[in-house]
Structures are given as structure tokens and as C-alpha cells.
Nanobody, 116 residues
């Protein structure tokens, strides 16, 4: 079992920055990748970024250059640095863990509101 807890959400003005954190606990040694996804009201959940255990990253094309995913293995945390945010990026942001067994684990999400 893996537990994921997101934090760092809140309100931010357009053009501002925010950093999200995801704390992992449990059988995390079997997670080969972690990721951030988001779901805006009325929309499907979509990929934001992923990072593998060796640090290889992947981003949604529209977010490259503005969002940065990183991880601190010593703290069992994954981060998402969000810069130049836009109102349409208001969403619940979820952390996801990819387990070697093929299972995936999700956190409960953290709400990010981009509004002036």
C-alpha cells in the first residue's frame, strides 16, 4: 500500500507562482514513477507531468517551460513548481504513484484557484 498526500494548493493571481508537494509513505520503494495530474470543473483528469525514479521527466506539451516537476528521494516527496499560472489552470491537482505491480495510487488532491 502507498499513501499520497498533496499540499500547497490555494489561491494565486494570474501570472503568479505556486509550489505543490506530494508526500509519499508506505511501500514507496516499488514506485517507479510519480506524477501530477489535474482536473478542472467539468473536464476529465489530465496529465501535468511525470518523473521516474531516475529523474526522467515528461510534461504535457502546453506546460513545458512553465511547470517543473522534481523529487526529493530523501524526503519521499515530489514537487510541482507552477509559474505564470493562468485562470484556466484552476483545478484540483492530484499526485499519482506508479507501482511496479501495475497498480496506481492517487492522493485526494489539492485545489488550486487562479483568480484575480
Amino acid at each position: 500500500q502507498v499513501q499520497l498526500v498533496e499540499s500547497g494548493g490555494g489561491s494565486v493571481q494570474p501570472g503568479g507562482s505556486l509550489r505543490l508537494s506530494c508526500a509519499a509513505s508506505g511501500s514507496i520503494s516499488s514506485l517507479y514513477a510519480m506524477g501530477w495530474y489535474r482536473q478542472a470543473p467539468g473536464n476529465q483528469r489530465e496529465l501535468v507531468a511525470t518523473i521516474t525514479s531516475d529523474g526522467t521527466t515528461n510534461y504535457a506539451d502546453a506546460l513545458k517551460g512553465r511547470f517543473t516537476i522534481s523529487r526529493d528521494n530523501t524526503k519521499n516527496k515530489v514537487y510541482l513548481q507552477m509559474n505564470s499560472v493562468k485562470p484556466e489552470e484552476t483545478a484540483v491537482y492530484y499526485c499519482k504513484g506508479f507501482h511496479r505491480s501495475g497498480m496506481s495510487y492517487w492522493g485526494k488532491g489539492t485545489l488550486v484557484t487562479v483568480d484575480s
